[in-house]
Nanobody, 120 residues
C-alpha cells in the first residue's frame, strides 16, 4: 500500500520560513510528478507548486519568488521551502504524487495534510 506522509508544518510569524517534507513509501515502482496543494478554511484546494521527475517546476503566482519545491528521487521525497511567509499562506498543505503502484498503474495519491499557520 502506498502512503504519503507530510511533516514540518507549524506556526510561524509573518516574514518567517518553514520547510515541509513529504515521503512516499510502500510498493512504488515509479513516481512522476510530485506537488504541494493547500486548502484554507472556506476555500477550494489549490495548487501551490509541482515538480516533474526531471526537475521542471511550476508555481502558483501567489508564491513565486517565495517558495521553492525540490525532490529527492532516490528517497521518493518532495520538499517545499517557504520563505517570506504571509498570513494568507495559512492553510493545510497537502502532498500529491503520481505513483505507479503494484498494479502497474499510475494513480494520484494524497498525504494527510500538515497545518501551516502564519501569524501577523
Amino acid at each position: 500500500q502506498v502512503r504519503l506522509v507530510e511533516s514540518g508544518g507549524g506556526l510561524v510569524q509573518a516574514g518567517g520560513s518553514l520547510r515541509v517534507s513529504c515521503a512516499a513509501s510502500g510498493r512504488i515502482f515509479s513516481i512522476n510528478a510530485m506537488g504541494w496543494y493547500r486548502q484554507a478554511p472556506g476555500k477550494q484546494r489549490e495548487l501551490v507548486a509541482r515538480i516533474t521527475t526531471g526537475g521542471s517546476t511550476n508555481y502558483a503566482d501567489s508564491v513565486k519568488g517565495r517558495f521553492t519545491i525540490s525532490r529527492n528521487n532516490a528517497e521518493n521525497t518532495v520538499y517545499l521551502q517557504m520563505n517570506s511567509l504571509k498570513p494568507e499562506d495559512t492553510a493545510v498543505y497537502y502532498c500529491n504524487a503520481d505513483i505507479m503502484d503494484a498494479d502497474y498503474t499510475f494513480r494520484g495519491y494524497w498525504g494527510q495534510g500538515t497545518q501551516v499557520t502564519v501569524s501577523s
